[in-house]
C-alpha cells in the first residue's frame, strides 16, 4: 500500500447501476470569522464517496474533517463549493429541505448523547422514519435488532444501557431507513476497546453485507483500520488517501502527516 | 465574593428577566393599589374638606329635623359669626321631552361669607324667589339652559313655574347632587321642610372647641355637636369606609398576585441553580464556604427584588397616574381625583417585592450549597435532576386535602364562612403539595391523546413535560392558583346570583307591572309596550271596583292562559285558577283571612265567593278573567304586566317603560327588574372586577410558563440538536415546545377549574345557606369556564413562542459538539 496524492481513485461500481458516487464534496471552503480573525476550516477539498464501500476520514484535531463530515451531512453550510449527494445538491437548500434530506436519506451516529433520553430504544430507532411519518421495514427492523444484538433491549430507555448498547442502538437506528449514506462521527470514542470493535464491526458488516455507505470520522488508526479507504485531511486540504488500510499503514500515514 | 455574585448576575440576567417581570407585575400591581387608594383617600378629604371650608362647628339630628328656636338659640351665641342652615325640598320636575315628572332636591341657599357653599359656575346664584340654580350635570342631561322656564309640584300638587339662572360646580361630587333656591323659595315649596344640620363659622378668636362647647348646652338633647374639623373627619368616614374596603380587597389581591410571583421566583431560582451546579462546585472546589454559596445566592436575590421591585413601583406608579388622569380627563362615574403619593405606598411594595424574593430564592440557596465540590469534575454534569417527589410531602399534602376538604364540607353544611375559607386554603395548600404527583399524572393522561395520533414531536412533548415532575407542578402551580380563584369567583358569583334569582321571583314575580290609576289604557298601549326593546311579553289586566263586606277593593284579573309568560313563580301560577284569589300580606290581614278561607265579593249586582290564598308579588287582590268578568263584563285595560328579557339594560327598560303611554298621566310602574338590575349589576360589576385583578396572577403565572420552557429549551440543546439532526423540522420543534407548554397550561385549567367549582359551590353554601330561606341555588357558568380554559390554552401556546424561537435556532451541529 502507498499513499496516494492529486488524483483520485474511482469508485466501484455497483451491481445494479447506481451512480458510482454517494455523496460528492466539490472545491469546498468553510471559513469561520471574518477579515485578520478568519480561519479556513475547509480549504478546497474534494472527494467523492463510493457507494456501499466504507470510507474513513482522518487527520489531527483542526484537520477540518468534523467540519468536512457536518458539511457533507447538511448539518452546517459550506462557504464555497458544492455538495452532491446521489443527484441533489445540498449547498443551496432551504433548512426545512436539508432537514428532510437528513431525515430521509441520510444516517448519524455520533460520538455521545446519541439517544434521547425519555425514548426507549425502539422508539429511538425509529426516530426518523416517524418524524418523516414513514413505515419501518418490519423485517429489516427485526434482522438488525438481531445482527446487533438489542433483542431484550428494546423497552429499555438509554439511561438503562450500557455505553456499548447504546451505540449500538443509535447504529441500528441509523441503518433502520436505509440512508443513502451512514455519517459516522467518532463513534467509538467513548466506548472500551470491546465495544468499540463490536460497533465497528457491525458498521463494517452493514457494508459488506447490505451494501451500505458509510462515512466515519476518526482519529483512531484502529477504528480507521476497518474501513475499505481513508482519506487523510490535514489543515483543511486533502493530504492523501489509504486504500485497505491496516492500523500499521494508518499509523505510517499519519506519523508522515505530522512530519 | 462579591465580585463573583456580580458577574454571575451579568452572566445569568437573561434567565432572570422573567422572574423580574413576575416581581414587577406584582410589585407594580401592589403599588398601583396602594397609589389609587392613597390618591382616593386624600381626594375625598380635598374635597369634603373644601366642602366644609369655614365651618368651626356643626350641629347635626339624629332622627328629627332640627328646631327653628333651637337655631335661633345658636344664632345668639356671642362666639357664632355666621350661622348657616341646611334645608332643603324634594320636588317633582317636569323636564321638556320627559312624559312624566322627576324627583329633585332643591336645597336652601344660605350666607356664603364665611362658610363654603354652593358655586355658579355659570350665571349666578338665585337671589328671589321662583329662581334656581342647577347641578351643571342634570342640566346638561335635560338640555337646560339659564333663563329655561321648569314646572316644579309638591307632592300635593301645588305647581310653581321657576327660571332656571345658574347652573352649579358638581365636578367633584359623585351621583346625583341638589338644586339650590332661596331659603324663602323652599319654605314656599316645602313649608315644613326639615333643617338637616346647622353649620357655624366662629367669631375671631373663638377655638372651635370653644365653639363647640357653647353650642351644647342651648340646643338641649338629641342633637349631636362636631366641631369643624370632627364634622369633616365625619363626612370623610363615611366615604373613605368603602375606599378602605376597596383598598383592602386590592391589597388582598395584590397579596395574591405577589405569592404567585414568589412561585414563578423560587421555580426560576431552582432552575437557573440547577443549571448552574457544575459552577456552584467550582466555587466549592476553589475554597468557597457553603455559607458563602449561600449568601452568594441570596445576595443575587436581593439585588434582583430590589431592582425588580424599584421598577415594579414606578410601573405601578405610572399606571396609577395614567389611569387617574384617564378618569379626569373622561367621565367614569367616579370623582377626580389627582395623584397622591404618601411614603407607604413607596416603599411597602418595594420593601415587600424584595423580601419576598430573598424568602423565594431561600431553597434553592439552601440546595446550592449541597452541591459537592466534586461535581465540578464530572464530565457532564446533567441539570436534570432526579426529582423523585418527597414522600414526607406528600403524605403532608394528602393529610392537607383530607383535613381541609372535611372542614370545608363541615362549614358548608354549617354555614361558617370565615373557617371554610381556612379549609378551602388548608386543602389547596393540599392539592399544592401533592402537585409533582398529580400534575405529570393529569399531564399524561391528558397527553394520551396527542401522544397517540401526533406522532414522535408529540410523544416527545408529553415526555418533556413530565420529566422533571417538581418543576411542572411548580409551574403549573403559579397558574393553578389564578385559575382556581378565577374560576371560583366565577361559579360562586354565578351560584349567588341563581340564588337570589330564585329568591326574587319569589318575592317579585313579575318583572314589570304598568298601571294606570284613573284613566283608560288607550287601545295602542299594548303595542307601545311590545315596541319597546327588551321586553318580551306583554299581558294586559283588568281592574275591578269591589266589596268584600265593608272594605273597598281594587280586583285586579289576569287571563289565567297568558300568567305563565310573565310569572316566574310557577307555584303560583299552579294556584291561579277560577274561584281562587291571591291577596297579599296585607290585604290579608285587613280582611281578616286565613289561607283558604272563603271571601265574597260584590261588584254592583254581581256577587262572587272565591278561596282566598297568599300571593306574594302580584296586586294586592288577583283573579282569573274568567273570575273578574263575573264581577265586571265590561272591565276595561287598566295596566299590563311585562317579562323583560334578562340580558337587556334594566334601568334603561324601565326608564322608556316609565315614557311610553303618553296620554296616561297618572301611571306607575313597579315590579322586581329595578331591584333584579341593581343586583345584576352588582354582581357583574364585582366579577368583572376580580377577574380583573386576579387576571394580574395568571399574567404572572404565564410568564412563569414561559421562563420554565425557555430555561429547559437552554438544558435541551443538545437533545433538540440532536433531533434537528435526525431531521425535526423547525416547524416540527415549535410545535414540540407548543404541545408542551399547552399540556401544562391545560392541565392547569382544567384542575383550577374543578376546584373552582368545588370551593365556588362549597362557598356558596356555607355562604348563602344562613341568607336565603329558599335552597342554595349552584350554577355553573360554562360559558366563563369555557373562556377561561381556552384563555389559559392560548396563552399557554403564546408563552411557548419565545421559547420555541430560541430552541429552533440551535443549529443541528450543535449535537455532534463534544463538551
Known amino acids: 500500500m502507498s499513499i496516494q496524492t492529486g488524483e483520485l481513485p474511482l469508485g466501484r461500481l455497483t451491481q445494479d447501476g447506481l451512480p458510482r458516487t454517494a455523496i460528492r464534496a466539490h472545491e469546498l471552503r468553510k471559513v469561520y470569522g471574518q477579515g485578520d480573525t478568519a480561519v479556513a476550516a475547509l480549504d478546497g477539498v474534494s472527494v467523492d464517496f463510493g457507494v456501499g464501500r466504507f470510507t474513513a476520514i482522518m487527520g489531527p484535531s483542526g484537520s477540518g474533517k468534523s467540519t468536512l463530515m457536518h458539511c457533507l451531512a447538511g448539518l452546517d453550510t459550506p462557504t464555497d463549493g458544492q455538495v452532491l449527494l446521489g443527484e441533489t445538491g445540498l449547498t443551496r437548500l432551504p433548512d426545512a429541505d436539508l432537514t428532510r434530506i437528513r431525515r430521509d436519506r441520510i444516517g448519524f451516529v455520533f460520538q455521545s448523547f446519541n439517544l434521547l433520553p425519555m425514548l426507549t430504544a425502539k422508539d429511538n430507532i425509529l426516530l426518523p422514519l416517524e418524524l418523516g411519518g414513514r413505515k419501518p421495514d418490519q423485517q429489516w427492523m427485526s434482522t438488525l435488532v438481531d445482527v446487533l444484538g438489542l433483542g431484550d433491549r428494546l423497552t429499555h430507555r438509554p439511561s438503562e444501557l450500557s455505553g456499548g448498547q447504546q451505540q449500538r442502538v443509535a447504529v441500528a437506528r441509523a441503518l433502520v431507513g436505509r440512508p443513502e449514506v451512514v455519517f459516522a462521527d467518532e463513534p467509538t470514542g467513548n466506548l472500551d476497546s470491546r465495544s468499540g470493535a463490536e460497533v465497528l464491526g457491525f458498521l463494517r458488516r452493514s457494508v459488506r453485507e447490505f451494501g451500505q455507505t458509510v462515512v466515519m470520522v476518526t482519529h483512531d488508526p484502529l477504528a480507521a483500520a476497518y474501513a475499505d479507504r481513508v482519506v487523510m485531511l490535514a489543515d483543511g486540504k486533502l493530504a492523501g488517501e489509504l486504500l485497505e488500510p491496516t492500523p500499521e499503514t494508518v499509523l505510517d500515514a499519519l506519523r508522515q502527516l505530522g512530519a | 465574593m462579591r465580585r463573583s455574585i456580580l458577574s454571575s448576575l451579568r452572566a445569568h440576567l437573561g434567565r432572570l428577566i422573567a422572574a423580574c417581570l413576575a416581581i414587577v407585575l406584582g410589585v407594580g400591581f401592589g403599588a398601583l393599589a396602594m397609589t389609587a387608594h392613597a390618591s382616593a383617600s386624600h381626594g375625598v378629604n380635598e374635597t369634603i374638606g373644601k366642602a366644609n371650608a369655614g365651618v368651626d362647628a356643626a350641629v347635626t339630628a339624629d332622627r328629627e329635623s332640627i328646631l327653628p328656636k333651637q337655631v335661633d338659640a345658636i344664632r345668639k351665641l356671642p362666639q357664632a359669626d355666621s350661622v348657616v342652615v341646611d334645608t332643603s325640598a324634594y320636588m317633582q320636575v317636569a323636564w321638556a321631552g320627559k312624559v312624566r315628572p322627576d324627583y329633585l332636591g332643591i336645597a336652601a341657599r344660605y350666607d356664603t361669607s364665611r362658610i363654603a357653599g354652593p358655586k355658579a359656575i355659570q350665571g349666578r346664584l338665585p337671589d328671589s324667589t321662583l329662581e ?18 321648569l314646572t316644579i309640584s309638591s307632592y300635593d300638587d301645588k305647581r310653581w313655574t321657576v327660571t332656571v339662572v345658574g347652573l352649579l360646580d358638581d365636578s367633584t361630587t359623585v351621583g346625583p347632587s341638589n338644586a339650590v333656591a332661596t331659603a324663602q323659595t323652599v319654605k314656599v315649596f316645602e313649608p315644613n321642610g326639615y333643617i338637616n344640620s346647622v353649620k357655624v363659622a366662629a367669631k375671631p378668636g373663638v377655638s372651635q372647641d370653644a365653639l363647640a362647647a357653647a353650642i351644647t348646652p342651648v340646643i338641649g338633647s338629641g342633637l349631636t355637636v362636631y366641631t369643624g374639623e370632627g364634622w369633616i373627619q365625619h363626612e370623610v368616614q363615611g366615604f373613605t369606609n368603602g375606599i378602605d374596603v376597596i383598598g383592602g380587597v386590592f391589597g388582598m389581591f395584590a397579596l395574591i398576585s405577589l405569592f404567585v410571583a414568589c412561585l414563578v421566583i423560587a421555580n426560576t431560582f431552582t432552575i437557573v441553580i440547577a443549571q448552574r451546579t457544575r ?32 421598577i415594579g413601583v414606578v410601573f405601578g406608579i405610572a399606571l396609577s397616574a395614567l389611569g387617574l388622569a384617564l378618569a379626569r380627563e373622561f367621565d367614569w362615574g367616579i370623582p377626580p381625583v389627582q395623584l397622591h403619593l404618601d411614603l407607604a405606598s413607596i416603599f411597602l411594595p418595594l420593601l415587600l417585592g424584595t423580601i419576598a424574593t430573598i424568602l423565594a430564592a431561600v431553597v434553592p440557596a439552601r440546595r446550592a450549597t449541597r452541591v ?27 393529610l392537607l386535602l383530607a383535613g381541609g376538604g372535611s372542614l370545608l364540607a363541615v362549614c358548608a353544611s354549617t354555614n361558617e364562612v370565615l373557617v371554610g375559607v381556612g379549609g378551602g386554603v388548608i386543602s389547596f395548600l393540599g392539592v399544592l403539595a401533592i402537585g409533582s404527583l398529580l400534575v405529570p399524572a393529569l399531564v399524561r393522561l391528558l397527553g394520551a391523546l396527542p401522544a397517540r395520533s401526533g406522532g414522535v414531536p408529540a410523544r416527545i412533548a408529553v ?29 360562586g358569583i354565578a351560584s349567588v346570583r341563581k340564588t337570589f334569582d330564585a329568591t326574587m321571583d319569589e318575592a317579585y314575580p313579575v318583572d314589570l307591572m304598568v298601571k294606570a290609576y284613573q284613566e283608560k289604557m288607550p287601545a295602542s298601549a299594548e303595542q307601545q309596550l311590545r315596541d319597546i326593546k327588551g321586553i318580551t311579553e306583554v299581558v294586559p289586566v283588568r281592574t275591578v271596583e269591589v266589596k268584600a263586606g265593608e272594605q273597598q277593593l281594587t280586583v285586579t284579573g289576569i287571563d289565567q292562559t297568558k300568567a305563565p309568560a310573565v310569572v316566574h313563580n310557577p ?72 317579562t323583560t328579557d334578562p340580558k337587556a339594560d334594566g334601568p334603561e327598560v324601565i326608564d322608556a317603560v316609565e315614557q311610553s303611554i303618553p296620554s296616561v298621566k297618572d301611571m306607575s310602574v313597579e315590579g322586581g327588574l329595578a331591584e333584579r338590575s341593581a343586583y345584576t349589576k352588582v354582581f357583574d360589576v364585582l366579577l368583572a372586577v376580580a377577574v380583573g385583578l386576579l387576571g394580574v396572577s395568571v399574567l404572572i403565572a404565564l410568564v412563569g410558563v414561559g421562563n420554565t420552557l425557555s430555561l429547559s ?38 384542575l383550577g377549574i374543578a376546584l373552582g367549582l368545588i370551593y365556588g359551590w362549597t362557598g356558596t353554601a356555607a355562604l348563602m345557606g344562613a341568607q336565603t330561606s329558599g335552597a342554595v341555588e349552584y350554577a355553573v357558568p360554562g360559558r366563563l369556564l369555557i373562556t377561561i380554559a381556552v384563555v389559559a390554552a392560548v396563552a399557554g401556546l403564546l408563552a411557548s413562542v419565545l421559547p420555541a424561537r430560541r430552541a429552533a435556532k440551535v443549529a443541528p451541529a450543535g449535537a455532534l459538539a463534544t463538551e
Open chain 2, 132 to 149: 334656581l340654580a342647577l347641578p351643571a350635570k342634570l342640566a346638561e342631561k335635560y338640555q337646560v339652559g339659564l333663563g329655561t322656564k
Open chain 2, 713 to 750: 429549551v437552554l438544558e435541551r440543546t443538545r437533545e433538540n440538536a440532536l433531533l434537528r439532526a435526525m431531521g425535526l423540522t423547525r416547524r416540527q420543534l415549535r410545535g414540540m415546545l407548543a404541545i408542551e407548554s399547552l399540556l401544562m397550561a391545560l392541565v392547569a385549567a382544567g
Open chain 2, 571 to 642: 307555584d303560583l301560577v299552579g294556584q291561579l285558577k277560577p274561584g281562587v284569589a291571591l291577596l297579599d300580606r296585607a290585604t290579608m290581614t285587613t280582611l281578616d283571612l286565613k289561607d283558604g278561607a272563603d271571601v265574597t265579593l260584590v261588584a254592583g249586582q254581581s256577587k262572587l265567593t272565591l278561596k282566598a290564598y297568599r300571593g306574594n308579588g302580584l296586586e294586592s287582590f288577583t283573579v282569573t278573567q274568567t273570575d273578574l268578568r263575573r264581577l265586571s263584563p265590561n272591565a276595561g285595560i287598566s295596566g299590563f304586566w311585562l
Open chain 2, 463 to 491: 415526555g418533556n413535560a413530565v420529566r422533571n415532575p417538581k418543576r411542572t407542578a411548580a409551574t403549573t402551580s403559579a397558574l393553578l392558583i389564578g385559575v382556581t380563584l378565577i374560576s371560583l369567583t366565577c361559579v
Open chain 2, 372 to 398: 459537592a465540590p466534586l461535581a465540578a469534575l464530572r464530565p457532564e454534569a446533567a441539570p436534570v435532576a432526579a426529582s423523585k417527589a418527597g414522600v414526607v410531602r406528600l403524605v403532608f399534602g394528602f
Open chain 2, 279 to 310: 459552577e456552584m462546585a467550582l466555587l466549592r472546589c476553589v475554597g468557597a464556604s457553603r455559607r458563602q454559596v449561600f449568601s452568594s445566592v441570596i445576595a443575587e436575590a436581593s439585588i434582583v427584588g430590589l431592582v425588580a421591585s424599584t
